[in-house]
T-cell receptor
Framework: DTAVSQTPKYLVTQMGNDKSIKCEQN?????MYWYKQDSKKFLKIMFSYNNKELIINETVPNRFSPKSPDKAHLNLHINSLELGDSAVYFC????????????FGSGTRLTVV | SQQGEEDPQALSIQEGENATMNCSYK?????LQWYRQNSGRGLVHLILIRSNEREKHSGRLRVTLDTSKKSSSLLITASRAADTASYFC???????????FGDGTTLTVKP
């Protein structure tokens, strides 16, 4: 019954590899997001999609490519991973009308070695 | 630059005491949200206060908003060890549906 679920929970990979993180929400929300949390717990938005359309693309390297096959899914693909990509990546969703805040997934801890 | 700045960065209290955290921001907002993050977990939405509201309550939580001072406070009354977590404020400025998060306050409640 998890509202926003993302997989995997942990991801350890070598520099230069390509990896994907998947996210699904069963809340019927219209907008989904990817946030990055660094080692100092600073949270920064990366992307947001509304009904499968990209609406926010913050200054994120081209190596990061989000894909939303439908309103309930937002995946994040990362090419040529670098050490600095190590962080916790959170998926979130929200409704459009009368915003009540975000519902977050439990996070994916990415470690690039 | 960060929209929300939280104060204090860390707070340690005894069980049963009240905890107050503050959030200051720089631009006009539509609403301000507070979230809790337990260690190793995702953020949990606690409360949202809109720009035309001054105070909101939810259980042991009390949030105030002063738009003239561009600040908000989160008060947790009768704290419990289970309240130990990081608390973040987030401001919605109404542009393209994104909220900007503060740096967070780490609260430790000692049993």
């Amino acid at each position: 019954d998890t509202a926003v679920s993302q997989t995997p929970k942990y991801l350890v990979t070598q520099m230069g590899n390509d990896k994907s993180i998947k996210c699904e929400q069963n809340l019927g929300h219209d907008t989904m997001y990817w946030y990055k949390q660094d080692s100092k717990k600073f949270l920064k938005i990366m992307f947001s999609y509304n009904n499968k359309e990209l609406i926010i693309n913050e200054t994120v390297p081209n190596r990061f490519s989000p894909k939303s096959p439908d309103k309930a899914h937002l995946n994040l693909h990362i090419n040529s991973l670098e050490l600095g990509d190590s962080a916790v990546y959170f998926c979130a969703s929200s409704r459009d009308s009368l915003f009540y805040g975000y519902t977050f997934g439990s996070g994916t801890r990415l470690t690039v070695v | 630059s960060q929209q929300g700045e939280e104060d204090p960065q860390a707070l340690s209290i005894q069980e049963g005491e009240n905890a107050t955290m503050n959030c200051s921001y720089k631009t006009s907002i539509n609403n301000l949200q507070w979230y809790r993050q337990n260690s190793g977990r995702g953020l949990v939405h606690l409360i949202l206060i809109r720009s035309n509201e001054r105070e909101k309550h939810s259980g042991r939580l009390r949030v105030t908003l002063d738009t003239s001072k561009k600040s908000s406070s989160l008060l947790i009354t009768a704290s419990r060890a289970a309240d130990t977590a990081s608390y973040f404020c987030a401001t919605d400025e109404g542009n393209a549906g994104k909220s900007t998060f503060g740096d967070g306050t780490t609260l430790t409640v000692k049993p």
